[in-house]
């Protein structure tokens, strides 16, 4: 692994998994979270990603960079949009800047979501998205393609798609919530069973963002590139509930509360699910049941 790594968020999900796949000499974390262990060679970095001269400290010397800190859920994006702005976009520019005024402009590999997504809308192919936490997304990835092209520096935005597969992960988020629910036989409640997910696996994630590493060192100067980094298909939260009821052999009842109609959904265009795939030279490669039932595997081995 050519250079010095810091990776922000690294103590969260993504990022902790990330700095265990790429340990070696040079990799720094930046969280505002305590690290409990560093292994050799790794440095971290404790602080506030909304704090520049924190920021600035964790990448100095640093030949690129992952940021991964963020707000990362679009429910905290209705129910604290204070501190999800904030977050995202203060966050991201720090970052940014950072990189900008740092002597060895580093390169960024960025987190976005994909709650944004390219369309396609008379004839004219532009990002939307429908969520204040997809807003806040968006305003990082049109900074970064301004700082690439003025400042001759080399980013790939990610658009990562709902991420799953492990303990470290939110245990309040819905889909880990019903692997506990049928793992002790208790009802599943679901208000919102017709809603649409994908969800890709983190060890996929991690891939995708590794390759990036790889060959983001070799573009040329002020080179920006979007990426869209999900799963082959959608399921709805009704399905996944009977599939990981199923998988788990669970004796757990379904309680629909609500079935939802919902508005049309913006969708993405397949040129740019193809373009990234394409890019990225791989797919990703854990079935939705492989990786329900890895993750089904750590539940029951964690909480018997």
């Keep these: 692994m050519p250079g010095k790594i810091t990776i922000t968020g690294g103590t969260g999900f993504i990022g902790s998994h ?32 909304t704090d520049f ?43 940014l800047e950072a990189a900008r005024t740092s002597k060895d402009k580093p390169w960024l590999i960025l987190a976005s979501s994909a709650a944004v997504k390219e369309i396609e809308s008379n004839e004219v192919i532009a990002s939307d998205t429908e969520s204040l ?48 629910y049928a793992l002790a036989n208790e009802p599943i409640s679901i208000h919102d069973a017709n809603f649409d997910i994908n969800l890709i696996h983190w060890q996929d994630v991690v891939q995708g963002i590794q390759y990036c590493i790889k060959e983001i060192p070799f573009m040329p100067q002020s080179f920006y590139k979007c990426i869209y980094l999900g ?22 009842q379904i309680i629909i509360h609500e079935k939802r109609t919902h508005e049309k959904v913006i969708k993405r265009t397949s040129e740019e699910v193809n373009r990234s795939r394409d890019f990225l030279k791989f797919q990703p490669s854990i079935s939705l049941e492989e990786g329900l039932m890895r993750l089904i595997d750590q539940y029951r081995k964690h909480y018997n």
């Design 133 to 180: 936490y997809g807003i806040s997304k968006l305003f990082g990835e049109k900074c970064a393609e301004k700082y690439a092209s003025d400042y001759e520096l080399k980013i790939i935005s990610l658009r990562i798609e709902t991420v799953y597969g492990s303990l470290r992960d939110n245990p309040n988020k819905v889909l880990n919530q019903m692997v506990k």
């Design 53 to 95: 001269d924190a920021v600035r400290n964790s990448v100095k010397d640093a030949t690129g960079i992952v940021h991964l800190a963020a707000v990362s859920r679009e429910g905290l994006g209705v129910s604290q949009p204070h501190s999800c702005i904030k977050t995202n976009f203060l966050g991201t520019l720090n970052v």
């Design 18 to 49: 990330l700095a265990q796949q790429i340990l070696g000499d040079g990799i720094n974390t930046f969280s505002r979270n305590p690290l409990k262990e560093l292994s050799s060679g790794q440095q971290h970095f404790q602080g506030d990603i």
């Design 231 to 252: 799963a082959e298909s959608y399921i709805d939260i009704e399905s996944l509930a009977r599939t990981i009821i199923r998988l788990a052999n669970s004796k757990s």
